[in-house]
């Protein structure tokens, strides 16, 4: 609880996975890649309760082995490829009324930790704000991007003056990271997004940023975890 508001904290957690199979329960570092969401979400200070939403008995049962609360399964029409996050979201709140605040914590973002959950939800709180996301700068700036056109000549994506510009001189960008989003529940339901022109950011430095999607993925965040 936070400010006397009720968190619910909802790992969405499908058992498709095309680029990395099985993705959600593969072992990092010794341990189901969920179960460090789990214990982010346990250790936070705010969060009122943590549900897992899945579809996947294996993945409930993983989950359940390691302290993780699944109090239903996902329907089969929410889990499917062209199924979006916050249709899984929608149900969970449905599920489980009563709470004042949202977070959407992917098992993904293992690194993430219970202070920057709990650093996500007072930015929201502090700047009065109806979510709030995390962010990290990102590692070459947007800046010096280009996209490619059908002669295969590249064409800068902004004024083509900021590519001959020092990265410090440079306008700071931010992109998601995936790893926290938090929101109003009621302000939720209705924009059906975390993200707006009210939405606020929480910074996070990129060795807690990295989102699982590939083997090579999973092996930096060992690397990571190693250094901690």
């Given at each position: 609880m936070i400010d006397g508001l009720r968190v619910l904290a909802v790992v969405p957690a499908r058992g498709g996975s095309k680029g990395l199979p099985r993705k959600n329960i593969?072992?990092?570092?010794?341990?189901?890649?969920?179960?460090?969401?789990?214990?982010?979400?346990?250790?936070?200070?705010?969060?009122?309760?943590?549900?897992?939403?899945?579809?996947?008995?294996e993945i409930a049962e993983v989950s359940r082995a390691h302290g993780g609360d699944v109090p239903f399964m996902r329907p089969a029409e929410l889990a499917h490829d062209s199924a979006d996050t916050f249709g899984a979201i929608r149900h969970a709140i449905e599920q489980l009324p009563g709470f004042d605040i949202v977070l959407i914590l992917q098992p993904t973002?293992?690194?993430?930790?219970?202070a920057d959950i709990d650093g996500t939800l007072v930015q929201m709180q502090a700047h009065a704000a109806p979510a709030c996301v995390s962010v990290m700068e990102p590692a070459k700036s947007p800046y010096w991007c280009y996209r490619v056109n059908d002669d295969n000549r590249l064409v800068p994506l902004l004024d083509?003056?900021?590519?001959?510009?020092?990265?410090?001189?440079?306008?700071?960008?931010?992109?998601?990271?995936g790893a926290v989003y938090a929101a109003r529940v009621d302000w939720l339901l209705q924009h059906q997004n975390c993200l707006s022109e009210q939405t606020v950011a929480y910074a996070m430095p990129a060795e807690r940023s990295v989102d699982i999607d590939t083997a090579f993925d999973l092996r930096l965040a060992e690397l990571y975890l190693q250094q901690r």
């Open positions: 593969l072992d990092l570092a010794g341990r189901p890649l969920i179960t460090w969401t789990l214990a982010a979400a346990r250790d936070s200070q705010y969060v009122d309760r943590c549900v897992v939403s899945t579809d996947d008995v973002s293992p690194l993430r930790t219970d083509p003056a900021y590519s001959r510009m020092r990265r410090q001189d440079l306008p700071q960008t931010f992109a998601l990271n």
